[in-house]
């Protein structure tokens, strides 16, 4: 069983920086890439950052400069480091990789619990 556990997050106010980890655990045979989206009330969830197991990372153009996805050597944990937050950017957020378990060594998508940033003005 594969899950990912999110934490981080909460109230800040404009201007502040946040971190978000996202650990991934399980019978997991490789990971291929692990990002991060956020939800906006009455919006669809759009993509913020994603790096791949080579390293290489993709940034939404709104968030390139501002947020940071970041991972440690191990590859089963990531980071989204994010600075000078405005009161857009409140919204849910989520973890996501694409997993291969032991179970069957095929590639599955997997998203976290989501969790509240709220950044007010």
């Known amino acids: 069983q594969v899950q990912l556990v999110q934490s981080g997050g909460g109230l800040v106010q404009a201007g502040e920086s946040l971190r978000l980890s996202c650990v991934a655990s399980?019978?997991?045979?490789?990971?291929?890439?692990m990002g991060w989206y956020r939800q906006a009330p009455g919006k669809q969830r759009e993509l913020i950052a994603y790096?791949?197991?080579?390293?290489?990372?993709t940034y939404a153009d709104s968030e390139k400069g501002r947020f940071t996805i970041s991972r440690d050597n191990a590859g089963y944990a990531w980071y989204l480091h994010m600075n000078s937050l405005k009161p857009e950017d409140t919204a849910v957020y989520y973890c996501?990789?694409?997993?291969?378990?032991?179970?069957?060594?095929?590639?599955?998508?997997?998203w976290g619990q989501g969790t509240q940033v709220t950044v007010s003005s």
């Open positions: 399980g019978s997991i045979w490789s990971i291929d890439y």
């Open positions: 996501t990789a694409v997993i291969a378990p032991y179970s069957d060594y095929r590639t599955h998508d997997y």
């Open positions: 790096i791949t197991n080579d390293g290489s990372t």
